[in-house]
């Protein structure tokens, strides 16, 4: 299983808005949980959001509100829509499955947040 971004990140103002998306080289319908990972500079990586195969989402506090996980299992993708950005929220950020307890990332695409 391989992860491409088919829309990366990018430099944007604060308050505004950016959408991830990441595409998978084979069907996700039978996949369950899926993530999206941030690592900023000089700290570990954290998990910023996760969905079920059912399309239940879940958020870190320091995103819940402004960012929205979701999931096409039609087209293989697993999307982050960013809005309110701010600049804590620069980052390298991920995809991420683990099936069979083997982790699948994505390669990190950067989202930076001017002040």
């Given at each position: 299983l391989r992860f491409s971004c088919?829309?990366?990140?990018?430099?944007?103002?604060?308050?505004?808005?950016?959408r991830l998306s990441c595409s998978a080289s084979e069907s996700i319908f039978s996949i369950g949980a899926m993530h999206w990972y941030r690592q900023a500079p000089g700290k570990q990586r954290e998990l910023v959001a996760g969905i079920t195969s059912g399309g239940r989402g879940n958020y870190a506090d320091s995103v819940?509100?402004?960012?929205?996980?979701?999931r096409n299992n039609a087209k293989n993708t697993v999307d982050?829509?960013?809005?309110?950005?701010?600049?804590?929220?620069?980052?390298?950020?991920?995809?991420h499955t683990k099936i069979y307890g083997v982790d699948y990332w994505g390669k990190g695409t950067l989202?930076?947040?001017s002040s």
């Open positions: 088919r829309r990366g990140g990018g430099l944007v103002q604060a308050g505004g808005s950016l819940k509100g402004r960012f929205t996980i979701s982050l829509q960013m809005n309110r950005l701010k600049p804590e929220d620069t980052a390298n950020y991920y995809c989202v930076t947040v």
